[in-house]
């Protein structure tokens, strides 16, 4: 029996954007569901870091436009300082609005200092908020797909609640999409669940991705460990297998030189150097950075260990749906996007948005999209929220028959085009080519035979969402016929001036690039 609820904003995603959509939407009056595929409150890669926040006082006003400037001056020509000012601005005076619920802490001073805060402690106050407020919360209830009226706008989505074991519907004024970036099954801390589902889930309904280029971004992490908290590394020197030093230094190619040296052999690590200051206080702004170590029973400080990069796919990376308006409207009436699974180019351009800026740029963009979906249901009468036409497809209702398809296999596929330091850290046309014709190849088979029943449904779509992300990902990098922020190319080492353009997709099948960049389209194999 399906479980069928009625509000005026849906949320989907419980991370740091969708708490604070949720929050906004309810502070404008609204009636609110959000859904999560996990708890909301300890499910995502907020729940597992330590966030700051661009954090910028309004005096003195030059402060604020030299911070923009620097942040500018490192997006490539692809950011729009407007918006990075209404971030800093809503971020300064909203982030504080939270005391209640949550103990910031104080310097030695006793100033409250609001930048930076405890992930586990953070989202579990943005949920204490959000009950408070009225929200509805639907924990263990993954959104599969959205819902349209006959005029094409959004009117719910349907889901599965695992733990009831039963399907969901909510019919909603508005929907919120914030289920986080996609990291490609990599293994980075706290990513487990964002596998690209909000973005296929707009894709269906019309909505365009842009910067899906930008998705080439590692982390440092212990090998064989997720822990892909990156402070201390800061301090490191690099040795190879021997014990020779490698000439790897902090900075911009860090990435790449570690990933060239692992592509050699094993890579080992020393934090020596680490100030005493800093490991005094990795306990408190990092307090999970330890403990791999302190459960292998060695002392990173004092002692070599193997590292190794996580893909962070989009998360830390730019790419994901188009917002096309100031309230992260996407172009499609009654949807909305914040977080990572929007795509951040407007404040971190063509580098990575991680860290304070994406954190303010979560905050943010929840709040916009969040007020502005309740303002939208507000405009509508409820007799619209009538049953909608169920938009999901891949992995949902498979073209041809239900066969053995493994989905395994294809997510494993995936992960061998997606993470590869040699392909995604290096990338060439050539490469990104026969990329493209696995991940088509691989479109094909989940849109023809992936699909199922109950749970087996949320993987099936999941996976459906993992090769779509893929394939808009690598058409986007083999477009930009360049080399630009995180996203290089072997073939194209220079950045072209011609180039300095967001490069926008829509469609799923056929993915055709945004006129602005040429009117050039390709066709999926499938």
């Known amino acids: 029996m399906t479980l069928t609820f009625s509000s005026d904003v849906l949320i989907v995603g419980g991370g740091l954007a969708g708490g604070w959509a949720a929050i906004a939407a309810a ?5 609110v569901i959000l859904v999560d595929k996990g708890y909301f409150g ?20 030059e402060a604020r436009r030299e911070a923009i400037a620097q942040r500018n001056a490192r997006a490539f020509g692809l950011a729009d300082p407007e918006w990075m000012e209404r971030i800093i601005d809503l971020t300064w005076r909203t982030l504080p609005t939270l005391a209640p619920y949550y103990r910031f802490s104080k310097d030695e001073r006793g100033v409250t200092q609001f930048r930076g805060l405890r992930g586990p402690e953070y989202l579990r106050a943005l949920r204490e908020l959000s009950v408070d407020l009225g929200v509805r919360i639907l924990d263990h209830s993954p959104a599969l797909e959205l819902m349209v009226d006959r005029d094409g706008a959004v009117v719910g989505a349907n889901g599965f609640q695992r733990q009831a074991g039963r399907p969901w519907t909510v019919r909603a ?15 980075l801390l ?19 991705l842009s910067g899906m280029e930008f998705s080439s971004y590692y982390t440092i992490a212990p090998a064989r460990s997720t822990m892909t908290r990156s402070m201390s590394y800061a301090f490191a020197r690099y040795f190879d297998g021997d014990g020779h030093p490698l000439d790897i230094a902090p900075g911009p190619d860090l990435t790449r030189s570690l990933a060239a040296a692992l592509l050699d052999g094993p890579v080992f690590c020393s934090l020596e150097r680490t100030p005493q200051d800093v490991r005094d ?55 909305f996007a914040a977080g990572d699974v929007a795509s951040r180019e407007l404040v971190a351009g063509a580098t990575s948005g991680g860290g304070a800026q994406n954190s303010a740029w979560g905050l943010s963009s929840g709040q916009w999209a969040g007020a502005g979906a309740a303002r939208f249901a507000r405009r509508l009468p409820s007799s619209r929220r009538r049953d909608g036409v169920s938009k999901g497809r891949a992995g949902l209702r498979p073209l041809k028959t239900i066969g053995t398809l493994d989905l395994a296999a294809v997510q494993s596929a995936v992960k061998g085009e997606m993470l590869p330091y040699d392909k995604n850290v290096f990338r060439s046309g050539a490469k990104l080519g026969r990329s493209l014709e696995v991940l088509d190849d691989l479109w094909s088979q989940v849109r023809d035979h ?27 990098a083999l477009a930009r016929n360049e080399s630009r922020g995180m996203h290089q ?38």
């Open 281 to 335: 206080v990795m306990p408190q702004v990092q307090p999970n950075f330890m403990l791999p170590f302190d459960r292998w029973g060695i002392d990173p400080y004092t002692r070599k260990f193997e590292i190794t990069l996580r893909g962070e796919g989009t998360v830390r990376g730019v790419g994901g749906i188009r917002v096309s308006d100031q309230e992260c409207g996407v172009g499609v009436p009654g949807l």
């Open 173 to 187: 004024g508005a929907v919120v999409l914030a289920t986080g970036g996609c990291a490609f099954r990599s293994h």
């Open 450 to 476: 992936a699909g199922g029943a109950g749970a087996d449904l949320v993987r099936s779509r999941e996976t459906a969402a993992l090769v779509a992300a893929g394939r808009w990902a690598y058409t986007a």
């Open 190 to 208: 706290g990513s487990g669940n964002n596998t690209g589902d909000g973005m296929l889930m707009a894709a269906e309904v019309g909505g365009e």
């Open 27 to 31: 502070r404008e009056g609204a009636s």
């Open 489 to 526: 190319r072997t073939d194209a080492p220079l950045t072209d001036p011609r180039l300095g353009r967001r490069i926008t997709l829509r469609g799923i099948d056929r993915i055709l690039i945004h006129p602005e960049t040429g009117g050039q389209s390709r066709e999926a194999t499938a």
């Open 42 to 61: 300890s499910s995502g890669v907020t729940a597992t870091a330590g966030p700051g926040h661009w954090w910028c006082p309004p005096d003195p006003p």
